[in-house]
């Protein structure tokens, strides 16, 4: 099973945004930081415009976000790409005269959701200004190294 890196993808493209916010910031420019197509960008910005994170005029290569990064935690940036969607699935065909298929379903469902919450929570108080930093930090120690 391929995991999608969309929401990690958004999550590069707000921080390139703020970070690079006084050069021309058009989709392929984005795309190249991401090592991704400009269309893909594209799709998930518009993903982000609709949730109210960023801020695009159609033709002109100046997004920018609607508001400040400590404004907009990482489950802004999951709601806004993922919606609802769970961390995790449990498989609804099992053997229900199995003691194992017959009940597996409803206990993983209860750890699985006990995960979420605190997925959630955690994602809920960390902030794409707590990433923009943590990367410029991270720059800067690499800088010092060469």
Do not use: W
């Not at 703020?18 to 090592?35: G, P, R």
């Not at 990064?69 to 005269?97: C, H, M, R, W």
């Not at 003691?99 to 995960?115: H, M, P």
């Amino acid at each position: 099973m391929k995991i999608s890196t969309r929401y990690s993808d958004a999550i590069h493209i707000l921080a390139y945004l703020n970070i690079y916010q006084q050069t021309k910031l058009s989709s392929e420019n984005i795309a190249a930081s991401v090592m991704t197509s400009p269309v893909v960008v594209r799709r998930i910005m518009v993903a982000l415009q609709k949730a109210g994170i960023i801020t695009t005029v159609q033709g002109s290569p100046n997004p920018h976000l609607s508001k400040s990064p400590d404004q907009i935690s990482l489950l802004d940036v999951y709601y806004a790409v993922e919606g609802n969607k769970k961390l995790f699935t449990v498989d609804d065909k099992t053997n229900p005269q199995c003691i194992v298929g017959g009940n597996i379903q409803k206990v993983l469902s209860n750890y699985y959701q006990e995960v979420q919450n605190a997925a959630m929570g955690r994602l809920a108080r960390i902030t794409l200004d707590d990433v923009i930093n943590d990367i410029l930090v991270a720059h800067e120690k690499k800088e010092k190294k060469q």
